[in-house]
């Protein structure tokens, strides 16, 4: 079936570096992608939607300038957490559709960001 | 995508039968009823879908009564390894390119 890619899996930074995480799709094309961000027990919290090609749709309450989301191809969106600070410290996961119906969907294996 | 609700939480001894219920008081007409699960520090994973009365797969069975308001999720004789987040989405089929949005899941604990 269809694979998300994500790297690295898990990250230590230091407070007020920047870090990028990498979704790929495997063996097909996502012109959206989406990411999510979760906190420890509890649920999945949508960030923004990735177009390939265009700007990035935030939710509300999530700083684009702080969030930065690039799709360049059609099988790369990637995040990057600027200025990190420990509050950033959370478990990011992109999601891409592969096909049609909600089985399409397929997320990453996540990425564990802590920032000390 | 319509509202679900679900309990926070369950637990249960290896080999029941798990039941998880999902209110949907205002499912749509073309809404259909998806369950994923997750497993600490992994992204979620489709496990079955439908839209009414039952559905099996090789994993869980999925009922959903004539209204729709609610559906079960039944995991049939359960192993440690089904501790798990199970999550409850509403919304179309296709779902086009629109986003999920989970809510609180149902954090599934199995006893040993």
Redesign the interface.
């Known amino acids: 079936g269809a694979v998300v890619s994500q790297h690295p899996s898990r990250v230590i930074c230091k407070s007020g570096t920047s870090v990028k995480i990498e979704c790929r799709s495997l063996d097909f094309q996502a012109t959206t992608m989406f990411w999510y961000r979760q906190f420890p027990k509890q649920s999945l919290m949508l960030m923004a939607t990735s177009n390939e090609g265009s700007k990035a749709t935030y939710e509300q309450g999530v700083e684009k300038d702080k969030f930065l989301i690039n799709h360049a191809s059609l099988t790369l969106s990637t995040l990057t957490v600027t200025s990190a600070h420990p509050e950033d410290s959370s478990f990011y996961i992109c999601s891409a559709r592969a096909g049609q119906g909600a089985f399409g969907y397929t997320f990453g294996s996540g990425t564990r960001l802590t920032v000390v | 995508l319509a509202k679900t609700t679900q309990p926070i939480s369950m637990d249960s001894y290896e080999g029941q039968e798990v039941n998880i219920t999902c209110s949907h008081n205002n499912i749509a007409t073309n809404d259909?009823i998806?369950w994923y699960q997750?497993f600490p520090?992994?992204?979620?994973?489709?496990i079955i879908?439908g839209y009414k009365t039952k559905v099996t797969n090789e994993v869980a069975s999925l009922f959903i009564p004539a209204d729709r308001k609610s559906s079960t999720l039944s995991l049939p004789r359960v192993s440690l390894s089904d501790t798990a987040v199970y999550?409850c989405?509403v919304?179309p089929?296709?779902?086009g390119?629109e986003?999920?949005?989970?809510?609180?899941?149902t954090?599934l604990t199995i006893i040993p």
Do not use: A, E, M, V
């Not at chain 2, 520090?41 to 489709?46: D, E, K």
């Not at chain 2, 986003?99 to 899941?105: A, E, I, Y």
């Open positions: 259909y998806t997750q520090s992994q992204g979620p994973r489709f879908q999550y989405l919304g089929s296709s779902f390119n986003k999920l949005t989970f809510g609180t899941g954090r």
